[in-house]
């Protein structure tokens, strides 16, 4: 069963650093990243990265947001800067394998204070 672990959210004042972090079992992912959700909100892309290591990333984390992956531990990290309280959420780790199945990780709370 495959199993996604996530871990570093917590709480930090507004232009505080966190590191997220997210250790995928077994199989080999073709994708993986990061999505979020704030309170009433729908779940948005924040960042995700592929094998090949090519990147996507949200409008509004741009330039603040490092999403980068180490392939040979199956584990994907998420450096955020200049964080705002706009950043707040649950913040979900994702994978897609090669056969375009996907798998979700049950969430890290990120909270920005202002």
């Known amino acids: 069963q495959v199993q996604l672990v996530e871990s570093g959210g917590g709480l930090v004042q507004a232009g505080g650093s966190l590191r997220l972090s997210c250790t995928a079992s077994?199989?080999?992912?073709?994708?993986m990243g990061w999505y979020r959700q704030a309170p009433g909100t729908q779940r948005e892309l924040a960042a995700t990265i592929t094998i090949g290591k090519t990147t996507n990333y949200a409008d509004s984390v741009k330039g603040r947001f490092t999403i980068s992956r180490d392939n040979a531990k199956n584990t994907v990290y998420l450096q955020m800067n200049n964080l705002k309280p706009e950043d707040t959420g649950v913040y979900y780790c994702?994978?897609?394998?090669?056969?375009?199945?996907?798998?979700w990780g049950q969430g890290t709370q990120v909270t920005v204070s202002s």
């Open positions: 994702y994978a897609r394998t090669i056969s375009r199945i996907d798998y």
């Open positions: 077994r199989t080999i992912f073709s994708v």
